[in-house]
């Protein structure tokens, strides 16, 4: 029996930039494409139904663009083990063929699990990079310099099939799943076609403001890139994202005098290329610890924290009723759309873990859920980051009200995600509560009933919460725990010179 070579497509549904793909095609077996749903996946606290139904309609893009290179996709629901017995039973799988996933813990001790299966079933499994995480890594010494030869080595066009297997089966329909995702607002086209759509219109089109666009929950919908939905199930390429930027950067630089605003699009594009590159960054943080969704880096400064959940704050935060007008609006967009900016999800995780000493699972978990772009190594990182419980990184926490007069000076987007401030002056729609009585009845407004008090006070719970996080950091173990992070998971980048210290006030200013 000759075998086959199995093109397992996990969060990688492309066909471009697809060495696996490549190589099946190249190998000269039949090869059988194959797209697991993983029911498995429908109980963990991190997945939502939304999740599902974005991998879902991206991969059946890919089944379309599968077909037209000769080869089909299989649609499977289960477990994973399971289906590859299956197969294997039928068709005798020789190598199985994909690329390599930083997922969750859940994930990891599922490749576990396939790795020790088709040792015991001699099949040979070869996982490829798929972006610039490095596997067993010790520590970040030369990581950056590896990531970067990673980002600049060829792209590949997808291949044309001889030999395939064919799937006669109807590709399931989220209804058959029996999940119920919620309706998202401006939710993206899906798949790899639409992601390249994207990126170009960026590059050419809409990215030119992103250096100072991207802060505004409002601008960055717009002035962003709008890939991050693409990029966690594998849409897109990392590198392919990386080389485009790069040569529209040149482009530019060349052709300073024929384009208008080169400066500003250059800063702009020059800001994106290191976001690329920061999204490994912390992907690798997961690669090298992969339970950080289940356990804090630092677990001394987590238990001298002892944060536990009150279910009325959690409840008030998550739905966006804490009585802050600009973060409910962030949070009411969040839960609309699945998306929202970075600094803004920041924000989010520092309300919960500052001011209302909310525990960072039940938080991350809740966040997680939300987006639809949802990337378990950058989340869990930036979670454990604006939670405090790394001990490596500054503690942030974000002044609500400054963020709103900062991005929203003229409540224009609270307005627009919480209706019930509509009627409210500019001069009051940060802080509502202060207005006069006879103008809360004028314009229906009652603080306390048509939208609530704010749940705590804001600047004194924030600075409660930020002495109490340094002061869990004090004890001896504890700052040896923060070491042994910072030697494994620091940046190996050396800090910017200052011509002068920044004063306190100033820092205080920047949040």
């Known amino acids: 029996m000759i075998g086959i070579d199995l093109v397992w497509f996990k969060r990688d549904l492309r066909t471009h930039d697809h060495v696996p793909l490549l190589s099946a095609a190249l190998s000269g077996r039949p090869v059988l494409c194959l ?254 610890e992969p339970d950080l969704d289940l356990k804090a880096q630092n677990p001394i400064i987590e238990s001298n924290m002892n944060r536990i959940l009150d279910p009325e704050k959690f409840n008030r935060w998550k739905e966006g009723t804490t009585g802050w007008p600009f973060f409910d609006a962030c949070m009411r967009q969040l839960t609309s759309t699945g998306w929202i900016n970075f600094r803004m999800r920041a924000m989010m995780m520092s309300a919960a873990s500052y001011n209302l000493w909310l525990p960072w699972r039940d938080t991350g978990r809740f966040l997680a859920r939300q987006f639809l772009d949802y990337e378990p190594g950058i989340h869990w990182s930036q979670v454990g980051m604006q939670s405090g419980t790394t001990g490596i990184n500054t503690i942030r926490a974000y002044s609500m009200t400054k963020q709103g007069k900062d991005q929203d000076p003229d409540g224009d987007y609270i307005r627009k995600w919480i209706p019930e401030l509509s009627m409210v002056p500019t001069n009051f729609i940060h802080e509502p509560w202060l207005m006069p009585e006879s103008l809360q009845n004028s314009i229906s407004c009652r603080i306390g009933i048509e939208y609530p008090e704010p749940i705590v006070d804001e600047l004194v719970t924030r600075k409660e919460g930020v002495s109490r996080s340094y002061s869990a950091r004090n004890s001896e173990k504890a700052r040896e725990i923060s070491k042994k992070v910072l030697k494994v998971h620091g940046s190996r980048r050396r800090p910017r010179r200052k011509s002068k210290k920044m004063s306190s006030t100033t820092q205080k200013k920047l949040f």
């Open 35 to 288: 797209f697991i749903i993983e029911t498995e996946r429908f109980e963990l606290e991190d997945t939502d139904p939304i999740h599902i139904q974005w991998e879902l309609d991206c991969a059946r893009n890919l089944s379309v663009n599968l077909k037209k290179l000769g080869a089909e996709l299989h649609f499977k629901k289960g477990d994973c083990i399971k289906i590859l017995e299956e197969i294997n039973q039928q068709f005798h799988i020789k190598r199985i063929l994909s690329h390599e996933e930083t997922g969750n813990y859940w994930s990891y001790q599922r490749d576990k699990k396939v790795s020790e299966w088709c040792e015991s079933e001699k099949i040979l499994w070869i996982e490829y990079p798929n972006n610039g995480v490095i596997r067993r890594l010790k520590n970040r010494d030369g990581w950056k310099k590896r990531r970067d030869e990673r980002m600049r080595m060829s792209l590949s066009d997808p291949p044309i099939f001889k030999h395939t297997i064919p799937f006669n089966r109807k590709i399931p329909e989220i209804e058959d799943l029996i999940l119920n995702p919620r309706v998202l607002q401006n939710r993206p086209e899906p798949g790899e076609n639409a992601a390249l759509k994207r990126l170009h219109k960026f590059l050419q089109k809409d990215g030119k403001k992103y250096s100072w666009a991207i802060s505004s929950p409002t601008l960055s919908v717009k002035h962003g890139s709008g890939l991050s939905p693409y990029f966690s199930v594998g849409a897109l390429s990392l590198r392919r994202a990386v080389q485009e930027t790069s040569s529209r950067i040149n482009y530019i630089k060349k052709n300073k005098s024929q384009l208008e605003g080169h400066a500003e699009w250059i800063k702009s594009l020059n800001s994106f290329r290191t976001r690329l590159a920061w999204r490994c960054h912390f992907i690798q943080k997961l690669e090298m």
